[in-house]
């Protein structure tokens, strides 16, 4: 099914914190999206994601370009 991968770059328990990291990151010419998650024993937390991926390979592929401009991400199948 289609967007069946993306890619996690930070993590934040505000999302006020999470919406700044994502415009940080648009003004570098990404559109990152966020998502809450409620984590048990952590409460919620806000996870700064970009793109939607049919296929690991092309999601690896963007993880790369990230390292490239200095970004740390994860390859995640989508929930």
């Known amino acids: 099914k289609p967007g069946e991968f993306t890619i996690q770059v930070s ?3 505000t999302r006020e914190e ?5 415009a940080s990151l648009e003004r570098k010419g990404f559109r990152p999206f ?3 998650a409620t984590l048990n024993d952590k409460g ?3 996870r700064v994601r970009l793109g939607r991926f ?3 390979d092309d999601a690896i ?5 990230l ?5 740390p991400a994860w390859v995640l199948r989508t929930e």
């Open 67 to 71: 390292a490239q401009a200095d970004i």
């Open 44 to 46: 919620t937390w806000y």
């Open 34 to 36: 966020v998502v809450a």
């Open 18 to 22: 999470a919406k700044a990291y994502s």
């Open 11 to 13: 993590s934040y328990q």
């Open 61 to 65: 592929e963007a993880k790369l370009l």
């Open 54 to 56: 049919q296929n690991e």
